[in-house]
């Protein structure tokens, strides 16, 4: 399901940033989430917390070593920023 509609970014991405151990302000500096109008910040913040509630659950019964994600490697590389390059002069 989208989440955020200006950005474009769903609640599997969120949760997948969250389960990573990123808190809701790491995530929405990394995907741009309720940082224009506004409306998904609440939805997404009960994704996170919902991420974070059933991961120490799971992390509890689970003795599987945990698993890692590629996420951004630096800030331009991240769907928050925009990615078109500056006009060269003429």
């Known amino acids: 399901m989208i989440v955020c509609v200006c950005r474009r970014v769903s609640d599997r991405e969120i949760a997948r940033h969250a389960h990573a151990g990123m808190s809701f302000d790491e995530i929405q500096f990394e995907l741009g989430v309720a940082t224009q109008c506004g409306r998904c910040e ?3 913040r009960d994704v996170v917390s919902q ?8 992390a509890l019964h689970n003795e599987s070593a945990p698993k890692t994600i590629q996420l951004a490697n630096s800030i331009t590389e ?13």
């Open 42 to 44: 609440q939805c997404a």
């Open 51 to 58: 991420c974070c509630a059933t991961g120490t659950v799971a």
């Open 78 to 90: 991240s769907k928050a920023w925009n990615s078109s390059r500056p006009l060269q002069a003429v």
